[in-house]
């Protein structure tokens, strides 16, 4: 088992910043994806950003150039640092992992960007 506990969330006005922080515990071994995915009242849940085990990154349109998605291995943690936010980024993030045979989603974390 494992378990995703997001922090980082909140308010910001629009061009404004925040990192999210999800911290990996249980059973983490060879956990390979991690991922950002965040939904917004009314629309489905979307793919924001993600890193493989090799770090490679990919993001989704809407937030290249304004997000960065970053691992750090020996804690366990991903982050996500989120610039020049715009009120359409107004979402709950989730963190999600996965490795072979097993995938696991975070809470989530409410971001709310103030126009």
């Known amino acids: 088992q494992v378990q995703l506990v997001e922090s980082g969330g909140g308010l910001v006005q629009a061009g404004g910043s925040l990192r999210l922080s999800c911290a990996a515990s249980?059973?983490?071994?060879?956990?390979?994806?991690m991922a950002w995915y965040r939904q917004a009242p009314g629309k489905q849940r979307e793919l924001v950003a993600l890193?493989?085990?090799?770090?490679?990154?990919r993001y989704t349109d809407s937030v290249k150039g304004r997000f960065t998605i970053s691992r750090d291995n020996g804690k366990n943690t991903v982050y996500l640092q989120m610039n020049s936010l715009k009120p359409e980024d107004t979402a709950v993030y989730y963190c999600?992992?996965?490795?072979?045979?097993?995938?696991?989603w975070g809470q989530g974390t409410q971001v709310t960007v103030s126009s």
């Open positions: 999600y992992a996965a490795r072979q045979g097993d995938y696991y």
């Open positions: 890193i493989t085990s090799t770090f490679t990154t």
């Open positions: 249980g059973t983490i071994f060879w956990l390979n994806t």
